[in-house]
């Protein structure tokens, strides 16, 4: 089964990508939410800048 897809655009000016591209909510109650099993690893806020360090485990 060979067929031709069309997956990436190439007209530039289509502005075929769209979404939040990482813009965060106004209320901070309606942006992401981590989930882990790891009781110490708990916080009120975590900084987009946190985020790499807890997910390698490498917690402050």
Do not use: I, N, Q
């Not at 190439?10 to 939040?20: E, P, T």
């Not at 882990?36 to 987009?48: F, G, K, L, T």
């Amino acid at each position: 089964m060979r067929y031709l897809m069309d997956v990436v655009g190439f007209d530039a000016g289509a502005r075929a990508v769209r979404g939040s591209h990482g813009l965060l909510p106004r209320d901070p109650r309606d942006g992401p939410v981590p989930l882990c099993s790891d009781p110490s690893a708990a916080r009120d806020r975590v900084a987009v800048t946190e985020v790499k360090d807890l997910l390698l485990g490498r917690t402050a």
